[in-house]
């Protein structure tokens, strides 16, 4: 069978493959997002193609249009749309080479990406044992594409529940702690995606390593890195028993030195983590916990000004020093100009604070 010439505008410069998720860098051209992500993630802060300097606060712009035309092109290839139980039974073949099997692992991911009816036959045709076994492997492009195919079954509620009943929280937490960096961020967003299933909260929470190694993650991850593990312990910590299980693996002054660089997401978790006892005695325990929260609230966006609001109520309602030092820290007179904010949840979040510092104003 012959194999269908694409045209060269749709292979990333990088890797030199078809892209499957093109975006474009601030110099003007595109690539697939997995590849300049991995070359910005080694350091690179140059365009590979212009040697332009690539901005502090760059932004990866989803190209669609080009997304768009590949998707056509290929939907159009017959030749490039096998059989699923064809490309299953490669990946689980021990005859099967390895680049075979990375070819298979491909198109799987390119096909279940676009698809859930595609992605019902794969789990059908027992891929994942299979593709759960490359997570294992010690190669890191295996590893990597078997992690990402993980990722496009799972965007369907019911696979999440059959992933983890097929051991993929054990090989998910093995590839957190081994991999390289792209299989790291890869990892842990694989545990985000399972753990949007209630009922799999708990279940990656009380496995062993599985929280202490996204906070591993958080303290020594590069940027991509610790995004995706603030995002994972974030969903995690709307179950209760795992906001314990966070404060005692030592997320908490890792959040705060977060949310002092500006890191929404690490505000998010920390008004999570404020809702238990063992979470707001720890965040009582860091120097400059309260002033680096008074500052969230002076130059934070929106979404961490509302936690950050939330934060402080929880640790003012429940210790009375910390009450008196957001006085002294300005605080109160930060939500008085909040109350009318146009958002309802930050002006509610302000007003809840402000009638909890009343009671320490006469002592501040």
Partial sequence: MATPQFPDDFKCPISLEIMTDPVILSSGHTFDRSSIQRWIDSGNRICPLTKQTIPQNFTLIPNHALRSLISNYTLCSPQQNPEPQTLVSTLSSKTSSFESKLDSLSQLNRLCKKSPVFRQRVMEYGAVSAVLSCVGSENASLKELALALLLNLSLDDDNKVGLVAEGAIGRVVGALRGGNSS????????????????????????????????????????????????????????????????????????????????????????????????????????????????????????????NALSTMNSLCCYDEEVGLDVMRQGGLEICLGLVEDENEKISGNASALIQTLRRYRLRG
Avoid at 280 to 286: K, S
Wanted: hydrophobic share 45%; net charge positive; with cysteine.
């Fill in 183 to 306: 299989c790291r961020a890869y990892a842990a967003t694989m545990l985000t995606s399972l753990a949007m299933v209630e009922v799999n909260k708990g279940t990656i929470g009380a496995y062993p390593f599985a929280i202490r190694t996204l906070v591993s993650l958080l303290r020594d991850g590069k940027a991509r890195e610790k995004k995706e593990a603030a995002t994972a312990l974030y969903v995690l910590c709307s179950f209760p028993d795992n906001k314990k299980r966070v404060v005692e693996s030592g997320a908490v002054p890792i959040l705060i030195e977060m949310a002092d660089s500006g890191v929404e997401r690490a505000v998010e978790v920390l008004g999570l983590l404020a809702k238990c006892w063992e979470g707001r005695e720890e965040m009582g325990r860091v120097d400059g916990c309260v002033p680096i929260l008074v500052q969230v609230l002076r130059n934070g966006s929106s979404r961490s000004v509302v």
